[in-house]
């Protein structure tokens, strides 16, 4: 009777592990749809897909791909982190958008960084103190791989960062 149980018990094992197996090999669409890393064409591919105008260049130090884009009136930069390989294939990609105040810094403006970084669970905001800039930064991680959509809803989050971060500055700056 045991000898029957556990005999079934493996073939089941067997048969769902073959099944698992076939399963994977099957679907290799699936598998190329996921990215771990990104080249700095596809890259430029992906910004300009979104609909923002993009310039490609490299990193003159380090020859890692840096776009510079534009999100309506506003210029960023998406500089590409954890690079191997020629050509650079990167997992990480920073965002990030400075913004000249054309003043010194004040109390206030820590004050709007401050809050936003307080409620903000995605994207942070900084002071560049010796410049007068504010701005804020926001990190697409491709590590161990995600789909094209998700890498979408990330675009679309950074829009949402940048939106928020404005309004932020703009309500502390007219008072309302």
Not at 46 to 60: E, I, P
Not at 77 to 83: E, G, K, Q, T, Y
Not at 95 to 101: C, E, I, R, W
Not at 120 to 147: C, K, N, P, Q
Request: hydrophobic share 45%; charged share 20%.
């Amino acid at each position: 009777m045991w000898g029957y149980v556990m005999l079934g018990n493996l073939r089941t094992i067997g048969l769902a592990m073959a099944a698992s197996l076939f399963a994977i090999w099957a679907a290799p669409s699936i598998a190329a749809d996921i990215a771990e890393d990104m080249s700095a064409q596809e890259i430029d591919s992906l910004l300009s897909g979104a609909g923002f105008n993009t310039t490609l260049m490299s990193d003159k130090a380090e020859g890692t791909p840096v776009a510079v884009a534009r999100l309506g009136q506003v210029n960023f930069i998406v500089r590409a982190l954890s690079c191997e390989g020629s050509p650079a294939r990167c997992s990480q990609l920073l965002f990030f958008a400075n913004f000249d105040l054309g003043r010194t810094i004040t109390n206030d403006d820590y004050r709007v960084v401050n809050d936003f970084n307080d409620s903000s669970f995605d994207g942070r905001a900084y002071v560049l103190e010796d410049s007068g800039e504010i701005g804020v930064d926001f990190i697409i991680d491709l590590t161990g791989g995600v789909t094209p959509a998700h890498i979408e809803s990330r675009l679309g989050r950074w829009q949402g960062i940048v939106s928020d971060f404005l309004r932020e500055m703009n309500a502390a700056q007219t008072g309302s």
